[in-house]
């Protein structure tokens, strides 16, 4: 095991100590001061970003990793709102879920604590470096970050300034932990730090949570892909479809909660949907689709087997046309990643029925699935989207980084 790894690893777990038994006051207070050390270095901040786009322009990658890489000032403002955000939530280790006296006479709590130490693995947002930290310091937990190379600066610089931040306050700035050496070699090691690391979190392209899927020894929290899905009914509004399928696929199609497969039923698809193709063409969508809609629309382009089950994460969408819901929902449960999936339609019934037929993190009726997202949830910014059953799921808040125990006092019983 690389020495690094064991003392980063090492730091985070005594910081984790530390942290787990401080009070709300001090950690509001180290977030408050990360908050303004943020807002104070912010052309210092814009300056390390600089040389991470550059970079990426220089290495041409495409726009939609350029897109995500981009801080500006907005976004930098935009970062600490989280964190205040985060401030004003309360403190999720100091409650007790239950409590009971059982037939010994033994009152048995079961309380939150932190998960101890937190690795994130993630590409290529530097918000997550401010999200992550802000919501393991709220929850009691360290962190170890390890992002990608494209934004080593931005996420090293971010670093230093909350640690700067942490330097005055009652938290030990070696809460915050970040591997500066992005190579692959020490990610996988990384992966198997189970002696320091108590849960991993990646977040990213579908081949990097894979990967740690498949390496990590770690426990980990899968933060999985969005091949998001939008079935416009019978029964739609068709103005109302319009609207949430332009803004699920073009408001920002870098993103894991954007649109990346349309559904739509065969008793509307002749009327609607060559003015849903033109929408998305002005906004620069290729379309591509089955022969039923191919036969529709000259103007899509054939799909493959693959395209129903991609996250483009691009100006690309796939359309099939469904003969009835049944057949619809059938599409979704076989090519859905079980991330954000929505319906619209004007049927009660029908709505209801689709959030109990959709098993995905996120069901919407009639609303965007670019509203999966921690910050408009109220969580104060997210660790991740998790597209898994166990521990957590959806949006991951603060709630989400902690478990719980049972204490259990008595007065000197004895099991006979």
Not at 70 to 87: C, F, P, T, W, Y
Not at 112 to 131: A, F, K, W
Not at 234 to 242: E, I, M, N, P, T
Not at 368 to 397: C, N, W, Y
Request: proline share 3%; with cysteine.
């Amino acid at each position: 095991m690389d020495q690094r790894l064991i003392d980063w690893g090492s730091k985070a777990k005594q910081a984790a100590n530390q942290l787990r038994k401080l009070d709300r006051a001090s950690k509001d207070q180290a977030l408050e001061a990360i908050a303004s050390h943020l807002e104070a270095n912010i052309d210092r901040i814009l300056s390390e970003n600089k040389k991470d786009l550059q970079a990426a322009r220089e290495a041409g990658l495409s726009e939609f990793y350029i897109d995500r890489l981009i801080l500006d000032e907005d976004r930098i403002k935009g970062m600490v709102g989280s964190v205040h955000q985060v401030v004003n939530f309360p403190d999720p280790v100091a409650k007790t879920d239950a409590e009971w006296i059982n037939q010994n006479g033994l009152r048995i709590s079961k309380r939150r604590v932190p998960l101890g130490v937190i690795g994130i693995i993630y590409e290529s947002r530097p918000n997550v470096t401010v999200d992550a930290t802000a919501l393991a310091l709220k929850s009691g937990n360290a962190v170890i970050l390890r992002g990608g190379k494209e934004a080593l600066h931005s996420n090293q610089v971010l670093v230093e300034v909350m640690k700067e931040a942490l330097a005055q306050t009652s938290v030990s700035p070696e809460a915050v932990q970040f591997i500066n050496d992005p190579s692959r070699e020490l990610s996988a090691e990384f992966m198997q730090l189970n002696d320091y690391v108590d849960t991993l979190i990646p977040r990213g392209s579908a081949g990097l949570i894979q990967a740690v899927l498949r390496q990590a020894t770690i426990p980990v929290i899968e933060t999985g892909t969005g091949n998001c899905h939008l079935y416009i009914h019978q029964d739609a509004d068709l103005a109302k479809a319009k609207a949430i399928l332009l803004n699920g696929k073009t408001q920002r199609n870098s993103v894991c909660n954007a649109l990346e497969s349309l559904i739509i039923d065969q008793a509307v698809a002749q009327e609607a949907l060559p003015e849903l193709v033109t929408a998305l063409a002005l906004e620069g969508v290729e379309v591509r689709g089955d022969d039923s809609a191919q036969a529709i629309d000259e103007r899509i382009v054939p799909a493959s087997e693959e395209d129903y089950a991609t996250e483009f994460l691009d100006k690309v969408i796939s359309v099939q046309v469904a003969p009835s819901y049944d057949q619809a929902v059938a599409l979704i449960q076989k090519y859905s990643t079980g991330h954000s999936d929505a319906i619209v339609t004007e049927s009660y019934s029908v709505a209801q029925d689709f959030m109990n037929d959709i098993d995905s993190a996120c069901v919407y009726v009639n609303a965007s699935t670019r509203f999966s997202d921690g910050e408009v949830f109220g969580f104060g910014g997210e660790i991740g989207i998790s597209t898994q059953k166990l521990h957590a799921r959806g949006p991951m808040g603060i709630d989400a980084l902690t478990s719980y125990k049972y204490t259990i006092q008595g007065n000197g019983q004895v099991r006979q």
